[in-house]
């Protein structure tokens, strides 16, 4: 391939050129096969944000898992870094977070390269400001093995896609279980990005792109901020990566053999951060070289992508921020929120899909057929990519939510990403929208250290609650509405409560003892008739009820007085109206 020459011109160029200072990276010295330990990672940054102290700015932000700091890098050529003073003055910020994945290093490495070729001059970058996270996933970084990556060509050595309590980091962003999670939301709501990129390497189905791309869903991100992301943004990434001899398929969420078979844009809610962003109004990116090519490709394909966003952000940040700002007023209005979406299998695109035709072979270990992917049989294929997603959940946002003070973990969290709280200043009764969880699906094995709860149903009642002086009250006008309603509404596919935040209400607290109840129950009953005649139809409905005398007690008990109030009742409440 052509680009492999020019990228060891390249880096033989670079030898030349930074030899003297000593700012050649591990990649570049092995050739494109080597990455960097992660102590060695930051080290060059600083030693970068040391040599040119005008445009690069180094800081720590928070701690992690591994008990080592977060560190963010600020690329500015004006050498600004308040974001305040940034965005006051229009420029467009974009934020690349490597090293999610340890194992999948390309872009730690085309960050350090490209953040020295910025402030050198050699790439000239004066519009946009660029911060880098180096390594996301610190304590993967520092588990570094040659066989992490069983499928991966290169590096020699890398990280592992656990942190250090073995999370996976990319399904963390709205649980937030590890401190990491909770230092990116700290740099995330600082930077306020207009652009977001991640870097991975994927897995999958063999075929010839080096990069393929996981942009925000734009029918998730919105009106005009979306339009332009479909209609321009991506036509323009699109046709730029091709001319740099890296043409970029949209990854590739196909399983099995035959991919140009077509398949759905890959649905990103909010545990994964292109998702996330979205809530915020930012447009994202994960990439995702294909884990077959060489290193060398994977790399320079990382460097030269998260170049082509900044030339995309020269020629429309200020309209990016624009339509961001005009959003985010939106939102604070808008009266209707879609939880769930689902592709449009009747309105695809067309792209041009460059594969390698699939075939069986037997197995050398087994003899039976296994498959393979024949590359003296490349292709070329126009094939349907289902982009368009409608939602399948729209919920009406309330005037506000109110949440007891005892449910401190999730309040939080919502402090954390700059949601507004209040505080109730005295005791008092509301009449409120009540959720009760009538049915859910809880997973049978635990994932990422949760038993994630899907298919939630709900019976919504309006009731009056007293509150206690200390509780939250927060208002539905906020430019952090998305965040709030995914967070908040339990049918949403990452709501806290899918994630278990809300699990102690699911088992009642109180019982009874069915020698004593039954008196108490009775003479209930003869004070409801009511009731008793709700039981009879019950009974003559279902046989089982009517044969089970303890069935019926607990049917009469659900609806009494002593039923505590708590089970099942959903500890958000909705203060409806507009």
């Given at each position: 391939?052509?680009r492999?020459f020019l990228?060891?011109?390249?880096?033989?160029?670079?030898?030349?050129?930074?030899?003297?200072e000593?700012?050649t990276?591990?990649?570049e010295?092995s050739g494109?096969?080597?990455?960097?330990?992660?102590?060695?990672?930051?080290?060059?940054f600083k030693?970068?944000s040391?040599?040119?102290p005008?445009q690069?700015?180094?800081?720590?932000v928070?701690?992690?898992?591994?008990g080592e700091?977060?560190?963010?890098?600020?690329?500015?050529a004006?050498g600004?870094?308040?974001?305040?003073?940034?965005h006051?003055?229009?420029?467009?910020?974009?934020?690349?977070?490597?090293?999610?994945?340890?194992g999948?290093p390309d872009?730690?490495?085309?960050s350090?390269m490209?953040?020295?070729?910025?402030a050198s001059g050699?790439?000239?970058n004066k519009e946009?400001?660029?911060?880098?996270?180096?390594?996301?996933n610190?304590?993967?970084?520092?588990?570094r093995?040659?066989f992490?990556?069983?499928?991966?060509?290169?590096p020699?050595e890398s990280?592992?896609r656990?942190?250090?309590?073995?999370?996976?980091?990319?399904?963390?962003f709205?649980k937030?279980?590890a401190?990491?999670?909770?230092?990116?939301?700290?740099?995330f709501h600082e930077?306020k990005p207009?652009?977001?990129?991640?870097?991975h390497?994927?897995n999958?189905?063999d075929y010839?792109?080096?990069?393929?791309l996981l942009?925000?869903?734009?029918?998730k991100?919105?009106?005009?901020?979306?339009?332009?992301?479909?209609?321009e943004?991506?036509?323009?990434?699109?046709a730029d990566m091709?001319?740099?001899?890296?043409?970029?398929?949209?990854y590739?969420?196909?399983y099995g053999a035959?991919?140009?078979?077509?398949?759905a844009?890959?649905n990103?809610?909010?545990?994964f951060?292109s998702?996330f962003?979205?809530?915020?109004?930012?447009?994202?990116?994960?990439t995702?070289t294909?884990?077959?090519?060489p290193?060398?490709?994977?790399?320079?394909?990382?460097?030269e992508?998260?170049?082509?966003?900044?030339?995309?952000?020269?020629?429309d940040?200020?309209?990016?921020k624009?339509m961001?700002?005009s959003?985010?007023?939106?939102?604070?209005?808008?009266k209707d929120?879609?939880l769930?979406y689902?592709?449009?299998?009747?309105k695809?695109?067309?792209?041009?899909?460059?594969?390698?035709e699939?075939?069986?072979?037997?197995?050398?270990?087994?003899?039976?057929?296994r498959l393979?992917y024949?590359r003296?049989?490349?292709?070329?294929?126009?094939?349907?990519?289902?982009d368009?997603?409608?939602p399948r959940?729209?919920i009406?946002?309330p005037k506000a939510?109110i949440?007891?003070?005892?449910?401190?973990e999730?309040?939080?969290?919502?402090e954390?990403?700059g949601?507004q709280l209040?505080?109730?200043?005295?005791?008092?009764?509301?009449e409120?929208?009540?959720?009760?969880i009538?049915?859910?699906k809880?997973?049978?094995?635990?994932?990422?250290?949760?038993?994630l709860?899907s298919?939630?149903k709900?019976?919504?009642?309006?009731?009056?609650?007293?509150f206690?002086k200390?509780?939250y009250?927060?208002?539905?006008?906020?430019?952090?509405?998305?965040?709030?309603i995914?967070?908040?509404?339990?049918?949403g596919?990452?709501s806290?409560f899918a994630?278990n935040?809300?699990?102690?209400?699911l088992?009642?607290?109180?019982?009874y003892?069915a020698?004593i109840f039954?008196d108490?129950?009775?003479?209930w009953l003869?004070?409801n008739p009511?009731?008793?005649?709700e039981?009879?139809?019950a009974?003559?409905?279902?046989?089982?009820l009517?044969e089970?005398?303890?069935?019926q007690?607990?049917?009469?008990y659900?609806r009494s007085?002593?039923?505590?109030?708590e089970?099942?009742r959903?500890?958000?409440?909705r203060?409806?109206?507009?």
């Amino acid at each position: 391939m052509r680009r492999v020459f020019l990228t060891l011109a390249l880096a033989i160029l670079t030898l030349c050129t930074y030899a003297q200072e000593d700012l050649t990276t591990l990649f570049e010295k092995s050739g494109g096969t080597e990455t960097p330990p992660y102590h060695e990672v930051i080290a060059y940054f600083k030693k970068l944000s040391e040599a040119y102290p005008k445009q690069i700015k180094m800081k720590p932000v928070g701690k992690t898992d591994s008990g080592e700091p977060l560190h963010l890098v600020i690329y500015n050529a004006e050498g600004v870094f308040d974001f305040d003073q940034i965005h006051a003055a229009g420029k467009p910020v974009l934020f690349v977070n490597n090293g999610i994945h340890p194992g999948e290093p390309d872009g730690i490495d085309a960050s350090m390269m490209l953040l020295r070729d910025m402030a050198s001059g050699k790439v000239v970058n004066k519009e946009v400001v660029v911060a880098f996270v180096p390594v996301y996933n610190i304590g993967g970084h520092l588990n570094r093995s040659a066989f992490n990556r069983v499928n991966q060509n290169g590096p020699i050595e890398s990280g592992f896609r656990g942190n250090a309590q073995n999370l996976n980091l990319n399904r963390d962003f709205m649980k937030a279980d590890a401190l990491n999670t909770l230092a990116f939301y700290e740099i995330f709501h600082e930077l306020k990005p207009d652009y977001y990129i991640e870097t991975h390497v994927s897995n999958g189905a063999d075929y010839q792109h080096v990069m393929t791309l996981l942009p925000t869903q734009h029918n998730k991100l919105g009106g005009t901020l979306g339009d332009y992301l479909k209609q321009e943004m991506l036509p323009y990434l699109y046709a730029d990566m091709k001319q740099k001899d890296f043409p970029m398929i949209p990854y590739v969420n196909a399983y099995g053999a035959t991919p140009e078979n077509g398949w759905a844009q890959f649905n990103d809610p909010p545990r994964f951060s292109s998702g996330f962003a979205a809530l915020f109004h930012t447009i994202g990116f994960i990439t995702e070289t294909h884990m077959l090519k060489p290193y060398d490709q994977r790399t320079a394909s990382t460097y030269e992508f998260i170049r082509t966003v900044i030339e995309s952000a020269k020629q429309d940040g200020a309209r990016v921020k624009e339509m961001r700002k005009s959003t985010a007023n939106a939102v604070k209005t808008q009266k209707d929120f879609a939880l769930e979406y689902v592709p449009n299998r009747e309105k695809p695109s067309k792209i041009a899909f460059m594969g390698y035709e699939a075939a069986y072979k037997p197995s050398e270990i087994s003899g039976k057929p296994r498959l393979y992917y024949d590359r003296t049989k490349p292709f070329t294929k126009e094939i349907n990519f289902y982009d368009h997603f409608e939602p399948r959940l729209i919920i009406e946002k309330p005037k506000a939510y109110i949440i007891p003070q005892g449910w401190h973990e999730v309040i939080g969290l919502l402090e954390k990403n700059g949601v507004q709280l209040s505080r109730l200043t005295e005791d008092q009764e509301v009449e409120v929208g009540t959720y009760y969880i009538e049915d859910f699906k809880t997973a049978s094995s635990p994932f990422e250290k949760h038993y994630l709860h899907s298919d939630i149903k709900v019976r919504k009642v309006s009731q009056k609650v007293k509150f206690r002086k200390g509780d939250y009250r927060i208002e539905l006008n906020q430019s952090a509405n998305r965040y709030i309603i995914e967070a908040l509404e339990p049918q949403g596919p990452d709501s806290f409560f899918a994630w278990n935040f809300f699990d102690a209400i699911l088992a009642s607290k109180e019982g009874y003892s069915a020698y004593i109840f039954e008196d108490l129950a009775a003479e209930w009953l003869a004070q409801n008739p009511a009731i008793q005649k709700e039981l009879e139809a019950a009974k003559a409905a279902d046989d089982k009820l009517a044969e089970n005398g303890n069935a019926q007690l607990r049917w009469v008990y659900e609806r009494s007085p002593w039923k505590e109030k708590e089970h099942m009742r959903y500890p958000v409440f909705r203060v409806e109206g507009n």
